[in-house]
C-alpha cells in the first residue's frame, strides 16, 4: 500500500470529514463489481419476468443508480458529490447461478467515486434478493469489491 495512512482519522484518533477545499478537481470513475447467488429456477424465473414482485433487473438497475446518489446520506463522513454518470449493469451468470452487477460512477470533483460505485452494486444485490426472496430466502450476496478507479492524487487502480 503506497499511503496507508486512514484519511478519515484525524492526529487525536477521531473520525473526522476529510476538507478537501484545496484539492484539485480532476476527472474521476470507479467501477464496482458483486454477485448474487441463487437457484437456477429463481434466476430462470428472474429471466423470464415471472418473479412475484415485477421487473426485477430493471427494478434493482434503478435502485444501484437512486443508491449511488444517495451514498453521502449513507456512509458517514462521505462528501456528498455531483456525479456525472452513474451506471448499472446486470448480467446472467450460470456458473454462479446468478446475476453478477457492475457499477460505475464518474465525476469531475475533488473527491473520488469509489463509494458511490460500491453502494450502487450493494443495494442492487440487495434489491434482486428482496424482488426474489419469495422464491429463494437461500441466495447469496458476495463478492463485492472496487475493480478500477481513475483519477486524483493517488491514481489509477486495477483489481
Known amino acids: 500500500m503506497a499511503d496507508s495512512k486512514l ?22 470513475s470507479a467501477t464496482a463489481e458483486g454477485f448474487v ?4 429456477e429463481t434466476l430462470a424465473l428472474i429471466r423470464e419476468g415471472n418473479a412475484k414482485k415485477g421487473d426485477v433487473i430493471g427494478t434493482a438497475r434503478l ?26 449493469e446486470i448480467a446472467e451468470d450460470n456458473s454462479l447461478p446468478g446475476l453478477r452487477v457492475t457499477a460505475t460512477a464518474k465525476l469531475t470533483g475533488k473527491t473520488g467515486v469509489e463509494m458511490e460505485a460500491l453502494t ?10 428482496d424482488m426474489a426472496k419469495a422464491a429463494d430466502k437461500a ?21
Request: proline share 4%; glycine share 10%; hydrophobic share 40%.
Open 7 to 28: 484519511t478519515h482519522i484525524d492526529q487525536a484518533g477521531e473520525a473526522h470529514m476529510v476538507d478537501v477545499g484545496d484539492k484539485a478537481e480532476t476527472a474521476r
Open 139 to 159: 441466495m447469496e450476496i458476495g463478492g463485492i469489491r472496487l475493480l478500477e478507479k481513475t483519477g486524483g492524487k493517488s491514481g489509477h487502480y486495477k483489481a
Open 37 to 40: 447467488r441463487m437457484l437456477p
Open 63 to 88: 435502485a444501484g443508480i437512486m443508491a449511488a446518489k444517495k451514498t453521502s446520506d449513507l456512509i458517514p463522513l462521505c462528501h456528498p458529490l455531483m456525479l456525472t454518470k452513474v451506471s448499472v
Open 120 to 129: 450502487a452494486v450493494s443495494v442492487t444485490c440487495l434489491t434482486i434478493y
